[in-house]
């Protein structure tokens, strides 16, 4: 499995973004798609993940109430809609997947679960 994110930028605090995951190659494998971040001098960790059958989501709750994860099947693609963006979402943000994984939050909020990666996108929000 192959991930693209895309869709980082610089925005002010109080505005919106909207990052994409494109998967490709042997998608029917992987059942969760995660959205990380790693700020500058910090860990990576867990912001949103969903199911690619169904309709399960979960959130850090640092974003829960700004940030929603969804999912296109058709285009093998899950989004991440960002708003009320502060300056501590400043981040790069990585997409990734997981084959067979347990929706529960013990697993999909661990980045250790995680088989595939994607190469990050820069998400820099300016106060």
């Known amino acids: 499995v192959q991930l693209q994110a895309s869709g980082g930028g610089l925005v002010q605090a109080g505005g919106s973004l909207r990052l994409s995951c494109a998967a490709s190659?042997?998608?029917?494998?992987?059942?969760?798609m995660g959205w990380f971040r790693q700020a500058p001098g910090k860990e990576r960790e867990f912001v949103a993940a969903i199911r690619w059958s169904g309709a399960s989501t979960g959130y850090a709750d640092s974003v829960k109430g700004r940030f929603t994860i969804s999912k296109d099947n058709g285009k093998s693609t899950v989004y991440l809609q960002m708003n009320s963006l502060e300056p501590d979402d400043t981040a790069v943000y990585y997409c990734a997947a997981a084959n067979g994984l347990p929706f529960t939050i013990n697993y999909f909020a661990r980045e250790m679960r995680y088989d595939y990666w994607g190469q990050g996108t820069l998400v820099t929000v300016s106060s």
């Open positions: 190659g042997r998608t029917s494998s992987s059942s969760v």
